[in-house]
């Protein structure tokens, strides 16, 4: 797994039971505060790797098309979604359920 994650950092780290998450899917839904800097480290050091997909499409919680974006909202990871918005996210991506960024927001209760 890691050989791959070198040479490919949109490999899916996590691949079962209704989960299919890369590096980038994971650290966005990392929001407990005492590691949010290291948090943020990962994903500007990630994001500044080249063939980094920032919108690529995983699964969590059996919905599909689910992008680091959403993962990033459902979480409250407001340091991680700034980061994503900087660099580009397309927050209009519609999970499966038809539903993108600013509807998971409207449902956690965020604007």
Known sequence: MLT?????YNYF???N???K????????GISEP????FVEFCVQTLLSKPGVDINLTGMIDGINET???HIAV???NIPVLKLLIEHDAD???CDWDGQNVQDYAAISGDK
């Not at 890369?22 to 966005?28: N, P, S």
């Not at 005492?34 to 800097?37: F, M």
């Open 4 to 8: 791959n994650l070198k040479s490919n």
């Open 13 to 15: 780290i996590i691949n």
């Open 17 to 19: 039971h209704g989960v």
């Open 21 to 28: 998450l890369t590096l980038l899917h994971v650290l966005a």
């Open 34 to 37: 005492s590691v949010s800097r």
């Open 67 to 69: 992008t680091a974006a």
């Open 74 to 76: 459902k979480w409250k």
């Open 91 to 93: 927050l209009l991506i």
